[in-house]
Structure formats: structure tokens, C-alpha cells
């Protein structure tokens, strides 16, 4: 397959192309983003994909990562033709990608797609508040039928209860609960829940 390195060589011998041709130099293998300048050896179509970006610490280079490859999930993932499939996307530290404006709203996009293909999505964040402050991030939680709140901290917890109308009673419970401690949040309706690991997810865990 041709790689960045060969689609740029082909921009800089058109003539009216080698503007685009010098933008994607920095893009390319040995450069500082040129991570994605190579063959793949990803299968769209195994069972289970990994992105691991937490040895990428230059935060510029994350931000590209990110968006590499939420656009490589929608294109080559979601939009899979099989209809009876069940596909589901589980992105961790979530709040990372509302740090700007363009990932946020690119977050929003995803929600919305995945809930249009049925997509099931799986947002996990420490940082609720990052949702609760951007409209992005409020109307990524409207997309998501179901949420799971855990212990908040006095900073937001109040912005918690206000996004999704909870009672004053429960304020309390989310400051004080638990490990495994949640509050159960379903097309409007609130239940309290004791989340425990099956003895198999605890073998996958240990891996």
C-alpha cells in the first residue's frame, strides 16, 4: 500500500501542487509526526483493536495521534457494512480530547455517528467536569443514553448534579461512595448501583 512519503512525492512533481507537498513534510517518517508515515498491519476486521497513546508524551503529537485515529475508527471501523454486528468503541481518559476545540467537536461528531450505526460508545473519564463546561462535552453526554457516576469531588460534584438533574440526596452519596460505588444513570432514571468484577474479567485484568 503507498504510504504519506509516496503520496507526497507524487504532490511535488505537480506543478500546482507543491505547496500541499511542503505542508506534508513535517508528516513524514523520520520528522517529528511522521508516526503514521508507514505500512499497517492493523485488521479492521479482528475482534479487538488497541490504541495505546500513553507513551506518547508530547502533547502536540497526542493531539495529532488522536485525531489519526478517531478518523481511522469512523471510516474504516463504524462504517463496516455488516448490520448485524454488534461494534463498540471504549476510548479511556476521554477528557483529554476536550483540551481543544477541534477534538472536542470531533468527540461530539463520533457520538453522534456511532449512535446513527449503532454503535456502542464508551466514553471513561476521571475529569466529568470537562464535559459539564464545554457544549461539546454536554451535547457528547446527551448522545450517550446511559451514564455510570462515581465518587466526584467537592469541586464537581455540583455541576454534575445540575447536568443531570440528580437530587440534593444523592449530592452526598457521590462524595462519599465507595470502590465499585456508582450511580446508575438510564434514559433519565437515577439508580444506585455496587459495580463487581466476574472472575473472568479479573484474569483479563491481571494480563
Do not use: H
Not at 476486521?45 to 478517531?70: G, H, P
Not at 447536568?163 to 452519596?173: A, I
Not at 439508580?191 to 479479573?202: C, F, P, R
Amino acid at each position: 500500500m503507498p504510504t504519506l512519503t509516496d503520496f507526497q512525492r507524487i504532490l511535488a512533481g505537480k506543478k500546482n501542487s507543491t505547496e500541499l507537498a511542503d505542508i506534508l513534510t513535517g508528516f513524514l517518517k523520520g520528522k517529528s509526526l511522521g508516526i503514521f508515515d508507514c505500512q499497517s498491519n492493523i485488521n479492521s476486521n479482528d475482534i479487538c483493536i488497541d490504541f495505546d497513546l500513553s507513551n506518547i508524551t508530547d502533547e502536540v503529537t497526542k493531539f495529532y495521534a488522536s485525531m489519526v485515529i478517531t478518523s481511522w475508527i469512523t471510516e474504516k471501523y463504524m462504517k463496516r457494512s455488516n448490520l448485524y454486528e454488534e461494534k463498540s468503541i471504549y476510548i479511556d481518559e476521554a477528557w483529554t480530547m476536550l483540551k481543544y476545540e477541534e477534538t472536542d467537536d470531533f468527540i461530539e461528531s463520533l457520538a453522534r455517528r456511532a449512535r446513527k450505526r449503532g454503535v456502542r460508545l464508551v466514553l471513561a473519564s476521571q475529569m466529568a467536569q470537562e464535559f459539564t463546561d464545554s457544549p461539546q462535552g454536554r451535547a457528547t453526554l446527551n448522545s450517550c443514553g446511559t451514564a455510570i457516576i462515581m465518587k466526584q469531588s467537592p469541586a464537581s460534584v455540583d455541576n454534575i448534579l445540575e447536568f443531570f438533574k440528580l437530587s440534593e440526596g444523592t449530592k452526598d452519596f457521590l462524595l462519599q461512595a465507595q470502590k465499585g460505588e456508582a450511580l446508575l444513570y438510564l434514559e433519565g432514571k437515577v439508580s444506585a448501583i455496587v459495580i463487581e468484577a466476574l472472575d473472568n474479567e479479573k484474569e483479563i485484568l491481571k494480563v
